[in-house]
């Protein structure tokens, strides 16, 4: 069995056993066994760390029903091989050839050396923001809630935070915390780190490391490094002005609100697409043009290596770049003084191209099963879906069995990835040693 079917059969057989123990009369509130889609549904959100649900988390399922899918979403965040890869090493055996090979696909890493290390890496910065955010949650909770309850929310909240999750226990969301400095801020703190990648949050560590301790030789950033920091920090600037801009008289969503509290509800809104979905005001309300920024944002998601789906923002800048090439009429793509392969470039095309042909698809079918729904609605919940965001303008709860099955299938691509997926189904590619003439097309 190659590596990819390795990987999309191992997020199966997670989203199977999590439907099972969602089912279970004990993960309800009411005592009786679960609905299979909806259990069905549940597990892959979680798995694909996605948080689009059909029920009420916080009132349907009971607290181990809540602990069980806080189980799916910790290990959809990690990856399925790094999870196997974390119980193989608590177990103390040793790698074969295979899994050391399954680990480097799956954290996209040049070599197989230090992969021991890496893995031990990702759990401890896992445990320290999850841990940090815990605590600070804490501080809002436990006086509204108790200590029992309180320390619940905080790390049901926490963790779906940094894996981009989005499930809540609350039934409006965090709308109820909405101009809440301390939640607000420590939400959208550990989605973006949970989103910007493991190899990035320890190259930053290791720079401060070496700043504080003086060293002369500091680390050089790398290249990941260098495009997901900007293109992240980016899109977080243009999405608070650009839903500040645009939501601003809407009375729905920001328009009751002093400036302070605007920016702060901007804020949170140009960081949850990317990939998480919390939300602190009505998704539904919101203007068509807030819709699609959102859209948008959700689509291009979070950076490789992190917990968030889309098509990453490493994907974004190689095709801006590419653009930037042809229009000054260079013929080298280059990203911060290097130079981009083209078998990068080619992976990048074929990144957006299967992502929009699968959100395409998906709105279609979609349609065509639940006719009375608005398009806007339609592409929002399934870009949502693929992109593992998890927000929805409120549709997710009355749409047809046919399409919360597509929403699941689509969940499924999405957490995966196309390209891992095509791979698994049609096998490892292998290299043509025939070269075919060149000739000239006309394009554009």
């Known amino acids: 069995m190659t590596v990819a079917r390795t990987i999309c059969l191992g997020f199966m057989a997670v989203i199977l056993v999590g439907t099972i123990l969602l089912m279970m009369p004990f993960s309800t509130s009411n005592g009786m066994w679960n609905d299979p889609i909806v259990a069905l549904f549940t597990s892959t959100s979680a798995v694909c760390v996605t948080g689009l649900s059909v029920v009420d988390p916080g009132t349907y399922f009971s607290f181990w029903g809540q602990l069980f899918m806080v189980l799916l979403v910790q290990i959809g965040g990690l990856g399925y091989m790094t999870t196997t890869t974390f119980l193989i090493l608590l177990i103390g055996r040793r790698f074969d050839l295979q899994q050391k090979v399954a680990i480097q696909q799956a954290l996209d890493r040049p070599g197989m050396s230090g992969s021991t290390q890496i893995i031990r890496s990702i759990i401890a910065t896992t445990m320290i923001f999850e841990i940090t955010g815990i605590f600070l949650l804490l501080v809002v909770f436990v006086p509204e809630y108790g200590w029992n309850k309180g320390l619940w929310l905080a790390i049901f909240h926490s963790i779906n935070s940094f894996n981009n999750a989005g499930f809540s226990l609350f039934k409006d969301n965090l709308i109820g915390y909405q101009t809440s400095l301390l939640v607000v801020f420590t939400v959208t703190s550990l989605i973006i780190f949970g989103g910007i990648g493991y190899q990035v949050i320890l190259d930053m560590y290791l720079w401060l490391r070496d700043r504080f301790l003086k060293k002369p030789n500091a680390i050089v950033f790398s290249l990941d490094f260098k495009v997901s920091t900007s293109t992240t920090l980016l899109l977080l600037v243009l999405g608070t002005v650009a839903f500040l801009c645009i939501e601003v008289r809407n009375p729905q969503t920001f328009g009751n609100f002093n400036l302070f509290d605007q920016l702060l509800l901007a804020w949170f809104q140009s960081v949850t697409p990317r990939t998480a979905g919390f939300n602190t005001i ?89 006719p009375k729904l608005e398009f806007i609605q339609i592409l929002f919940e399934v870009v949502s879906a693929f992109a593992t965001v998890g927000l929805s303008t409120g549709i997710t709860a009355g749409v047809s069995t046919a399409a919360k099955l597509i929403l699941i299938i689509t969940m499924y691509i999405g957490r995966v990835g196309i390209l891992l997926l095509m791979s698994a189904i049609l096998g490892d590619p292998r290299p043509s040693r025939i070269h075919y003439p060149e000739e000239n097309l006309l394009v554009g």
């Open 282 to 370: 009505d998704i539904g309300q919101m203007t068509d043009a807030g819709l699609f920024i959102t859209i948008a944002l959700m689509f291009i998601g979070a950076s490789p290596g992190g917990t968030g789906g889309g098509i990453k923002t490493t994907t974004l800048r190689v095709l801006t770049s590419c653009t930037k090439t042809i229009l000054q009429g260079k013929e080298e793509v280059l990203l911060y003084d290097r130079k981009i392969a083209i078998s990068l470039i080619l992976k990048a095309v074929g990144v957006v191209f299967g992502s929009l042909a699968t959100v395409i698809m998906g709105t279609i079918l979609i349609s065509l099963t639940d």
